[in-house]
């Protein structure tokens, strides 16, 4: 039986665990480094030895690799899962200069399968330049579908398609366990997708304006302890999907409301996290010379989207205003001595447990990054 060639394009957390994924559902595999000139074969042993991109990158295997060109022109399926780090303006050229890259050397009849998110419409659009870019027109000489990335706990439902044409080689490809993916019209997943997107954010959003005017005194915490375990990591996820859609819009719309309502609203809790470092200068008498700020917050550099990187680099930023040490662990705070007085903001879930378990009788402050603001 011949094996389906496949080309994930992108060295991504979320490409590499499709690419897994793919190569253990007995498909030939090469996964493509953007920073790379390379292709590299990726088996079905190695995907269950290295199981991340961390793995991978800290075990250098001795892998084989190919050409991009011949690994992309061999290919039946290629995935398009690259690591983005533009923004505002230059986002859409650094995604459209990768998809030309990924796809120049496509072959008739092959068939591109797009895992970022877009906004509505979003699709027509590179619809328009795989045929610029190929030559081929998708749903006669090649196929395009689009299948958004998230969360890599699963892989999306519903896969979109032109006519909703059902590939059932692409669909064995992505089996995972038991669940059932089904095709549906390109612009229903873009609605589906765009639907639990927008809700997410109204949800959060909801939560992070009627949590402002909550007392932090210790019965008012108690009796919104729901909400304690929502961190700056949480908000932040999907802003990337969120902004995409806003890009949709133009003129004064509904959904354009609840967007931009949504985008305000994370603005104004990051705000509010600002004012409750100076607030505990303010109550302890702290000097802005004599006290650091560590933002504690353990982020994935390999994801797709770069928002919690922007979002830690801007909070960073807008922190040195006021006080000139801040610190920025990415890779979590294992330790945290120093001669100044410590503030740390716990930027998760994760993260601010670890700090529980270090602190121990230390001179510092915590301050949970969570709706509530709170410092202990």
Not at 98 to 127: M, Q, R, W
């Amino acid at each position: 039986m011949v094996k389906d060639k496949v080309v994930v394009y992108g060295l991504s957390t979320e490409g590499y665990s499709l690419a897994c994924l793919i190569a253990t559902n007995g498909a030939n595999v090469h996964i493509i480094d953007e920073s790379s000139s390379s292709a590299i074969s990726l088996k079905a042993e190695t995907a269950k030895t290295y199981p991340n991109v961390v793995s991978l990158q800290t075990g250098e295997p001795l892998l084989s690799m190919k050409p991009i060109k011949d690994a992309v022109s061999e290919a039946d399926y290629i995935f398009f899962t690259p690591r983005i780090r533009k923004t505002g303006q230059d986002l859409k050229t650094e995604i459209n200069s990768k998809f030309k890259d990924a796809v120049k050397s496509l072959k008739k009849h092959g068939s591109v399968i797009y895992c970022v998110p877009t906004g509505f419409t979003g699709n027509n659009e590179n619809i328009a330049l795989l045929r610029h870019v190929t030559g081929f027109s998708a749903g006669k000489e090649c196929s395009y579908f689009y299948f958004p990335l998230g969360n890599m706990n699963s892989t999306p439902q519903i896969i979109g398609s032109m006519d909703k044409t059902d590939d059932k080689k692409l669909l064995s490809l992505l089996i995972t366990g038991k669940e059932i993916k089904k095709f549906v019209e390109i612009s229903s997943a873009e609605f589906i997708h765009g639907i639990n997107i927008i809700q997410r954010f109204s949800n959060l959003c909801t939560v992070l304006e009627v949590c402002k005017s909550v007392n932090n005194n210790t019965k008012s915490v108690k009796t919104f302890a729901d909400y304690a375990d929502i961190y700056l990591d949480d908000v932040t996820t999907g802003l990337f999907d969120l902004r995409s859609l806003g890009s949709s819009f133009e003129g004064a719309q509904t959904l354009m409301y609840l967007i931009n309502g949504s985008i305000r609203g994370i603005n104004g809790y990051i705000k509010r996290l600002i004012d409750a470092v100076r607030t505990t200068l303010k109550k302890n008498d702290l000097k802005a010379a004599k006290t650091k700020i560590i933002l504690a917050w353990t982020l994935d550099v390999n994801e797709i989207r770069a928002d919690k990187i922007e979002m830690l680099k801007n909070l960073s930023s807008k922190l040195r205003d006021y006080i000139g040490d801040v610190e920025t662990a990415e890779e979590g705070v294992n330790s945290f001595y120093s001669d100044k007085t410590t503030i740390i903001v716990a930027c998760s879930r994760a993260d601010y447990k670890k700090i529980q378990e270090i602190k121990k009788d230390q001179d510092v402050f915590v301050i949970k990054a969570n709706p509530l603001c709170k410092v202990e």
